[in-house]
């Protein structure tokens, strides 16, 4: 016969109690406490009567906890800037804690590297997926995700996932703001760095920025088209052969910051000041943007915070699907922000000339 135990006596019945009482895991107890449909109704008897045998009655907080706990989150990367991941971490972070989910982070190289990421998380077991750029923006990874039957969200994507929730901002409208700033300080020979060219989001921003050019009445010159890859050092490559030229660019918008940063050290290299002999911004306003001298000017998306909120969106779809309930996908549009800092300032008279 069970034994009942009493509350009164000082011995707290947990949920643990409960699954070692019947044989099952804590996880397959929070479900059935919590009217999750995806748990056999002979196993569900089972809890139950344990549940009034040890004369356990969870509160609220703990009944929400084992719900939470019960989600193992998988975050991948590829993204070749640290202080992007970085930004995004701290979002993810902070949200898986007080979501008391478990967090594993698992690095791939590129679409192409997903497959074998995907296989070890077979064998570890997770309930969801978090992709960061530029994995959110593959339809090859996607399509895995969706084969495994595994529930994912994007961050930062400009090409979402009809069938999974997104949080992004608009990369066009805020690479056409950042580059109508610099023709409203005057600038008239603009140069541009792009990201990788395998990324949308990087053909968005580019996009962005000639149809800025042409609303202000100017023509896109691809002798002042850089091309970068996301990187520090490509940002410094493509700097020095725009700022070698002889008619160079008085203001260079780089696709990230990591890529301004980089193109800032190529003008201190060739002797020229920043921001009266060149202006030079960024995008993203992540720790590197503020690292350097002088702090760059830059588009602000707010990473952390759309990190966290994807994490609740994928949380949501979890819950959704194991209480059999249709979920249907949020694309969520944050705004975005000009940051002006130091390294911008309106055109000295004689450099258009």
């Known amino acids: 016969m069970a034994r009942k135990v009493s509350r009164r006596g000082g011995n707290i019945v947990t949920i ?48 929400s906890l084992a719900s939470q706990d019960s989600s193992r989150i998988a975050l991948i990367y590829s993204n070749p800037s640290m202080s992007f991941l970085s930004e995004l971490l701290l979002g993810i972070l902070e949200q898986s804690s007080q979501s008391g989910c478990q967090l594993t982070i698992e690095s791939c190289d590129g679409p192409e590297g997903v497959a074998d990421v995907l296989d070890k998380l077979k064998t570890v077991g997770v309930d969801g997926v978090v992709l960061p750029p530029p994995l959110s923006d593959s339809s090859r990874v996607a399509k895995a995700l969706k084969d495994m039957k595994l529930p994912f969200v994007g961050v930062a994507t400009s090409r979402p996932s009809p069938d ?83 008619d160079r660019p008085t203001a260079v918008f780089a696709s990230n910051d990591d890529m301004a940063a980089g193109a800032v050290a190529t003008a201190h290299r060739l002797g020229l000041d920043v921001p009266q002999d060149v202006t030079i911004v960024g995008f993203d306003d992540t720790s590197m943007a503020s ?58 008279p004689d450099l258009n000339a």
């Not at 990190?307 to 969520?332: C, D, F, M, N, W």
């Open 16 to 63: 643990h109690d409960v699954a070692r009482h019947v044989g099952v895991s804590p996880m397959t107890v929070s479900r059935v406490i919590n009217g999750e449909k995806n748990v056999r109704e002979e196993t569900r008897q089972k809890v139950m009567e344990a549940v009034e045998a040890l004369n356990y009655t969870p509160n609220l907080a703990a009944r």
């Open 164 to 246: 999974a929730p997104s949080v992004s901002i608009d990369d066009f409208k805020a690479a056409f703001a950042m580059t109508s700033r610099l023709i409203q300080l005057g600038h008239r020979r603009i140069g541009f760095i792009k990201g990788n060219p395998n990324s949308y989001y990087s053909q968005l921003r580019y996009e962005g920025y000639v149809a800025a050019l042409a609303k202000g009445g100017l023509k896109a010159d691809e002798a002042l088209v850089g091309q970068g890859y996301f990187t520090y050092r490509s940002g410094f490559d493509a700097a020095e052969t725009l700022l070698t030229r002889a």
């Open 291 to 348: 690292s350097v001298w002088p702090e760059l000017t830059t588009v602000r998306q707010p990473i952390s915070d759309m990190a966290a909120l994807a994490l609740k969106l994928l949380l949501e779809q979890i819950k959704a699907r194991r209480s059999g309930q249709t979920y249907v996908p949020i694309h969520e549009i944050r705004d975005f922000s000009i940051i002006e800092r130091q390294s911008s300032s309106p055109l000295t």
